[in-house]
């Protein structure tokens, strides 16, 4: 009793901890990152994701078993812990299997396509598989989404490159002046029909992370002579702009492209003003589909594979801290698989 006295009267109370800041991450993003550092917790791993990263060609199994001195069956165990966690992507040619980096396997094709367009060659092989064209295998993607009309006066090689599932400037209903970001910008379509219905006093960012697409790009932009217009090279897991400077955020097929689409989706959030918007084009697959039966259905760079469900897609927003979120099925792509359009509000 004695001591409680001497303890109360000798330390007053003093004043509560500093407060701590919020998370910088959901509960979600940090659960992803967590299975990914374990996918990546032994040597062998991380010595396979940087020997793909180092690598422009994909890496048959056979090759990997010298190199890391170990059996067919390790090599392949720890392989499918790595493409388990999305951070593969594996390709079947004849007997072996063939592993890449899956966002340099993404940068090489959209580079490929860029350069069709660049040497003359024709229209962008597009989000369909190699060497085809989505029309030609019997579902919609590219120039046939724009009508004459919106894309009358665009150069033609912008509208040759267009690789999209859909028409995000229609679904963003964008006015004069207003600050519109493109993610995955590619030749460049949807920036320059962006520019004409912002006008000059507003803005146009295209990001993308493909040199290729950005010169084309470029050079479409000068053809256009649309000066509100900027091209940026870097990724859309990592936005190069500041917060809150957005008003509209566009994306046409390319967030099903992403390894990481909690990010994608907190970054859009980041560079938002507060009433700011999205209007977004993506595939999305119906909700009982597995991933295995995404996969069957196309590859990753294809635009299939790494495609969300309408429930995935809805939540994965809500995480960000998106609100009014509708996504509505336009057309279906490859059976249970549809072509969509993604509007949200930053509150
Ligand atoms: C399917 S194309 C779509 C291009 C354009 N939106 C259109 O409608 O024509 C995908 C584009 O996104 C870019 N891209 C893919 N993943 C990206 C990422 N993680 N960060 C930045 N750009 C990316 C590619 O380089 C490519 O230009």
Redesign the pocket.
């Known amino acids: 009793m004695a001591t409680k006295l001497v303890l109360e009267t000798a330390l007053p109370p003093v004043a509560c901890c500093a407060e701590v800041a919020d998370p910088s991450i959901t509960a979600d993003q940090a659960e992803m990152l967590a299975s990914i550092f374990k996918a990546l917790s032994d040597p062998h791993r991380v010595r396979i994701v940087n020997l793909l990263a180092n690598t422009s060609e994909p890496v048959c199994v056979c090759e990997f078993i010298p190199l890391l001195g170990l059996s067919q069956a390790t090599v392949s165990f720890h392989l499918r812990k790595l493409l388990a966690v999305g951070l593969l992507d594996r390709r079947q040619w004849g007997t072996w299997a063939y592993y890449t980096d899956l966002?340099e396997d993404?940068?090489r094709r959209?580079?490929e396509?860029?350069s069709t367009v660049t040497t003359g060659m024709g229209a962008?092989s597009?989000?369909c598989h190699p060497g085809t064209t989505c029309s030609e295998e019997g579902h919609g993607s590219?120039p046939g989404f724009y009508d004459a009309l919106a894309t009358e006066g665009l150069p033609e090689a912008a509208v040759l490159?267009?690789?999209?599932?859909g028409n995000p400037t229609t679904v963003a209903d964008l006015h004069p002046g207003e600050t519109v970001l493109?993610?995955?910008?590619?030749?460049g379509?949807?920036v320059l029909l962006s520019a004409k219905r912002v006008g000059p006093s507003g803005k146009v960012y295209g990001?993308?992370?493909?040199e290729e697409?950005l010169e084309l790009a470029g050079k479409n932009r000068d053809e256009a002579g649309a000066s509100n217009v900027e091209f940026l090279k870097?990724?859309?897991?990592d936005i190069p702009l500041p917060a809150s400077t957005v008003d509209v955020v566009i994306?046409?097929?390319?967030i099903n492209?992403?390894?990481d689409k909690a990010q994608?989706f907190a970054e859009i959030y980041r560079v938002l003003r507060p009433r700011g918007r999205i209007g977004i084009?993506d595939v999305v697959a119906d909700n009982d589909l597995t991933a295995e039966q995404r996969a069957e259905r196309g590859t990753f760079v294809g635009?299939i594979a790494g495609a969300m469900s309408f429930e995935e897609y809805e939540a994965g927003l809500r995480a960000a801290g998106f609100e009014d979120v509708v996504i509505t099925a336009t057309a279906e792509y490859v059976p249970g698989m549809h072509s969509a359009i993604v509007k949200a509000t930053k509150p």
Request: proline fraction near 0%; charge should be negative.
């Open positions: 966002r993404v940068r959209y580079a396509a860029a962008a597009d989000c590219g490159a267009s690789l999209g599932c493109d993610l995955g910008s590619g030749g379509i949807d990001l993308d992370m493909t697409m870097g990724y859309i897991e994306s046409n097929c390319v492209l992403s390894t994608v084009s635009c």
